[in-house]
């Protein structure tokens, strides 16, 4: 009996069956690392750190990202966010079934008349992983 | 006597209509008549093979598509679409607007987003779907980048 409820502690308290859970999504070329708290309660995404793996240096963020829909069917999050500073929209799409990310950025900077999409338009895939 | 009356009358009557059609209300108004702020913005891709159509509104901050071109050697087909496109963002320091909307497919969600650069007459167009396979390769987006002019 006691093993049975032990068990099923250890099944309930693991990060696949977690509401709240860390993260953790590394860029493609592992330059780049980007940590996040999920809430699936409360259907909210925190950017907590970021961590540029050339110089190893982390920044914390603390960011709540404004969630645009959240896909149960697909265990997946879309976010959007703009930065009317540096003139950007980013936009997050989480799928935490496949543990990737993918994120992509348009930049409202046109500098000549013949612009390059590839200095517009900025797309990233990162692996992750979740840590309870 | 009753024409110097009437004369009078006159002036008073002309003296009130030039107080209201000067009046801030009415010269709105009149700028509304006038300059609906309304105006088509035609988008296409290099090559010409593709062009889209928008009604844009300033001042409902308005955008709907209207209409897709697809051309090809011979043959130019168009298609209605009728859709508004749902605001992001109406960026007037930069005559920009930022649109988002997201398509429910049963297989492949996917999210639009369109950057209007009024300023520029650019426009880019960007999908990302999701349908990320396990193999992690990335052939789920799509960004185009379209010349534009505007049609008043």
Redesign the interface.
């Given at each position: 009996m006691y093993k049975l409820i032990f068990v099923f502690f250890m099944v309930i308290s693991s990060p696949l069956y977690s509401n709240e859970f860390t993260y953790h999504c590394d860029r493609d070329d592992n330059n780049l690392s980007m940590v996040f708290d999920v809430n699936r309660s409360e259907k909210s995404i925190v950017h907590t750190h970021s961590i540029d793996k050339t110089t190893n240096s982390v920044s914390k963020v603390s960011l709540p990202i404004e969630i645009y829909n959240w896909d149960e069917r697909k265990d997946s999050v879309w976010t959007i966010y703009s930065d009317p500073q540096s003139l950007s929209f980013v936009t997050f799409l989480f799928n935490f079934q496949h543990q990737r990310l993918v994120l992509q950025s348009i930049f409202n900077i046109f500098v000549t008349e013949e612009d390059d999409l590839d200095d517009i338009v900025l797309s990233s895939l990162f692996k992750c992983y979740i840590v309870k | 006597m009753l024409y110097s009356e009437v004369r009078s009358k006159m002036y008073k009557l002309l003296f009130v209509f030039f107080m209201v059609i000067s009046s801030p209300l009415y010269s709105d108004k009149l700028n509304y008549l006038y300059q609906k702020n309304e105006f088509t913005y035609q988008c296409d891709r290099e090559g010409l093979t593709f062009s889209m159509i928008f009604k844009v509104e300033t001042r409902d901050k308005t955008i709907v598509h209207s209409q897709s071109v697809f051309k090809t050697i011979g043959s130019v087909s168009v298609t209605d679409v009728n859709k508004q496109l749902d605001i992001?963002?109406w960026?007037e320091d930069?005559d920009?607007v930022?649109t988002?909307n997201?398509f429910y497919e049963k297989e492949n969600?996917f999210?639009r987003?369109i950057?209007f650069?009024f300023k520029?007459q650019?426009l880019?167009l960007?999908f990302?779907k999701?349908d990320?396979?396990?193999d992690?390769r990335?052939i789920?987006?799509e960004?185009?980048?379209l010349n534009c002019y505007t049609l008043k």
């Open positions: - | 992001y963002y960026d930069n920009s930022w988002t997201y969600p999210l987003t950057l650069n520029k650019k880019v960007q990302l999701n990320v396979s396990k992690g990335l789920t987006e960004s185009e980048l």
